[in-house]
């Protein structure tokens, strides 16, 4: 299964730390969605981006499409303990194929 | 409203036992999907009903069986599961299957343990 190449894969902090997260991937895609998750829950929309350059904000959380459409970061401010969970990114590829791609996913722990 | 309901949220079932996974939403969304994830890694997708026709199935085992009664419903039937089947399964929809900026909204999950 083509996968996003999504990193960090483990990410630990202090809260009020800043961090990125990066997909990436080699091939265009028409939308990628970011979704968060808690243990023993199913993902959370966070946010889904279809420009090339397009950037959204969500409180703390900035999120970036690439300009070819190819990659894609989270970028979280001052993160609280709260913030701690599993970040997915998710690309749609049109065309043909119209696959959904995912990331390896990011588990974030941000410490009090 | 964006809301997709899964019963049951836990379940524990012996490898000779019959159960059944529940999902239903009312967002008028007309693709349905099953997908499993085990800790800390992507779901993976099993299914994909299209217009309540079942249009993808990842070469899932046939112990797993979708069933989608309606657009609104999907339910998967589960029979002699091994242990290995045992994570979070994961019901999904989204305005169809195809299309720019189409969203996939989960939900909650349904812990399967399998012993």
């Known amino acids: 299964t083509q996968l996003l190449e999504q990193s960090p894969q483990f990410l630990s902090i202090q809260e009020g730390e800043n961090l990125t997260v990066y997909c990436n991937s080699s091939s265009v895609f028409s939308s990628l969605q970011w979704y968060r998750q808690e243990p023993g829950e199913g993902p959370v929309l966070l946010v889904t981006v279809v420009t090339g350059g397009e950037v959204k904000k969500l409180k703390r959380l900035t999120f970036q499409f690439g300009d070819a459409r190819k990659d894609s970061s989270l970028h979280i401010t001052a993160a609280q303990p709260g913030d701690t969970g599993l970040y997915l990114c998710q690309g749609f590829h049109a065309g043909n194929n119209r696959k959904l791609i995912w990331g390896l996913g990011t588990s974030l722990a941000v410490n009090p | 409203d964006t809301e997709v309901t899964q019963t049951p949220k836990h379940l524990v079932m012996g490898m000779t036992n019959k159960k059944s996974l529940k999902c239903e939403q009312h967002?008028?969304?007309?693709?349905m999907y099953w997908y499993k994830q085990k800790a800390k890694k992507p779901p993976e997708l099993m299914f994909v009903?299209?217009?309540?026709?079942?249009?993808i199935n990842e070469s899932v085992p046939s112990r797993f069986s979708p069933e989608c009664p309606n657009s609104s419903l999907l339910n998967l039937h589960l029979h002699a599961l091994q242990p290995e089947d045992s994570a979070l399964y994961l019901c999904?929809?989204?305005?169809?299957?195809?299309?720019?900026?189409?969203?996939?909204?989960f939900g909650e999950g349904s812990w399967l343990t399998v012993v």
């Open positions: 999904a929809s989204s305005q169809d299957s195809s299309g720019t900026g189409n969203t996939i909204y």
């Open positions: 967002m008028g969304h007309r693709a």
């Open positions: 009903y299209s217009y309540e026709k079942l249009s």
